[in-house]
């Protein structure tokens, strides 16, 4: 395996883990809860931008890959992480519930695709 590939996987890996993180963070949590629970937003906020900056290395490192994979939100999940850092102590909460609730079960189901592809050799 090229050493282009094993980093272009392992940050793809990297992503998966970190979506996994926010759906834990997340587990049994209401809007109303998570409205209320300063820690669980910092933490899905956290892992939100570093999704982000690990999406910035695979855009700079590996763009034809990510052409190849426009169902992939990259460029919204960049757009976010920059939100998140300009304005991490005002964040509205309701926006971070939405991209966990709503961009994150889709990336771990195209995530799951990359992976299944991934395990079949095409």
């Known amino acids: ?3 282009d590939l094993e980093r272009l996987l392992d940050s793809l890996d990297q992503m998966r883990e970190l979506a996994l993180e926010v759906d834990g963070f997340l587990e049994g949590i209401t809007a109303d809860r998570f409205r ?11 892992n939100l931008v570093l999704l982000g900056e690990t999406v910035s290395e695979i855009l700079k490192r590996f763009p034809d890959f990510a052409a190849d994979h426009p169902d992939i939100a990259w460029r919204e999940l960049l757009d976010l ?21 709503r961009t994150i079960p889709q990336l771990l189901s195209q995530l799951s695709m990359l992976r299944q592809i991934r395990a079949q050799g095409e």
């Open 1 to 3: 395996m090229s050493r």
């Open 36 to 46: 209320r629970d300063r820690l669980t937003q910092r933490a899905v906020g956290m």
């Open 81 to 101: 992480r920059h939100h998140i850092v300009a304005e991490f102590a005002t964040i509205d909460p309701a926006a971070l519930w939405t991209a966990a609730t």
